[in-house]
């Protein structure tokens, strides 16, 4: 299947008529991570294989992909894989522990001149695979999205080797060898550029960026190091025609800088109200979000009042894609995703 031809449920699709700011019949959502661990189907195919097994076979993780799916009157579905996975294809050695760790920080010139361009046909095929697969079993012609991370958010892990709460050397990086940190930027700019055009080819259907890291920087670091290859990135895939969505995590100090970027949807933690930051990113952007995720843990006429209370920030001008903040915990109960999916929906 054709980048061309992603597209064929739109008109029936609320999510992906929101992407576009267009009308909808109801007001679509998806959840962050809701393929995953407060799944019991999940854990219970999680305890067979271990976690790379399962992104890197497509049949187990075009199956997780759906499992949500089938629970859930869900308006989009979203690729189960890992941000780390085409790094992996590029030849960098890492671990899942759970979360990742990379056996060789990259930190010097020698080491990004070294990095190879990723070609997804070559160093990731099971992911495309994984994306055919799940275009032909999804229910209800749901629409699919492929994802990535944003280049500063991978060369947080690839020069600091495993998450932190600071990133130290990631940050040090940039102010210490300024150069180093811009080509590094820019390879994996190209790269997740790549990737993300040949999901786009194998039927993904709309495509994110996840900023996971974003809150680290201040205003003027992010415009010069994280803004540029975010652009290079965005401006590869514009030509596709597909929905593009940039997510940052604890981003609400730079909105004002985001709002120049072509994008389509900016997805939104739940530190910021979505009718402040509408107003910031203009009418030419859809928003995306942004319940906290710790409001799935409220009874359920609590819930319902948090979920209210982001359908009213959001307001009824087309171009809200109800989510949550960040991902779904993993003691999330099923039930409580349940009753906000329904909710959302009878509440446009």
Not at 136 to 147: E, H, Q
Not at 268 to 290: E, F, H, I, T, Y
């Amino acid at each position: 299947m054709s980048a061309g031809t992603t597209d064929t449920h739109a008109p029936q699709s609320a999510f992906l008529a929101a992407c576009r700011r267009q009308s909808v019949p109801h007001r679509p959502i998806w959840i962050m991570r809701q393929a995953g661990r407060y799944l019991p189907e999940y854990r219970e195919l999680r305890s067979k294989v271990d976690f790379e097994t399962l992104t890197r076979t497509p049949e187990l993780a075009a199956e997780v992909t759906l499992q949500p799916l089938r629970r859930f009157e869900l308006d989009a579905a979203i690729l189960f894989s890992d941000i780390m996975t085409p790094l992996q294809g590029m030849g960098v050695k890492l671990t899942f522990e759970p979360a990742p760790v990379v056996s060789e920080p990259i930190r010097t010139a020698a080491q990004i001149a070294a990095l190879p361009p990723l070609e997804p046909a070559r160093d990731v095929p099971f992911v495309l695979e994984t994306i055919r697969q799940v275009r032909r079993g999804v229910p209800r012609a749901v629409p699919l999205i492929g994802f990535a991370g944003a280049p500063f958010t991978l060369l947080c892990y690839l020069v600091c080797g495993r998450p932190s709460k600071e990133f130290a050397p990631a940050r040090t990086f940039l102010y210490a060898q300024p150069g180093d940190a811009e080509r590094l930027l820019t390879h994996l700019a190209d790269a997740m550029a790549a990737y993300l055009a040949a999901q786009a080819a194998a039927g993904a259907q709309a495509l994110m960026l996840f900023e996971s890291w974003a809150g680290l920087l201040g205003v003027r670091e992010f415009a010069r190091f994280a803004l540029p290859a975010v652009r290079r990135t965005l401006a590869a895939l514009r030509p596709l025609g597909v929905p593009l969505i940039y997510y940052l995590n604890q981003g609400s100090a730079l909105m004002d800088t985001v709002a120049g970027l072509d994008v389509d949807v900016v997805g939104v933690d739940w530190r910021a109200p979505l009718s402040v930051v509408r107003r910031v990113l203009g009418p030419g952007k859809a928003v995306q979000g942004n319940l906290d995720p710790a409001a799935l843990f409220a009874p359920p006429a609590e819930l319902a009042r948090a979920a209210a209370a982001v359908l009213a920030e959001a307001g009824s001008a087309p171009g809200h894609i109800f989510n949550l903040g960040h991902g779904i915990w993993p003691d999330t109960d099923p039930d409580a995703v349940a009753r906000l999916v329904d909710f959302v929906h009878e509440h446009p």
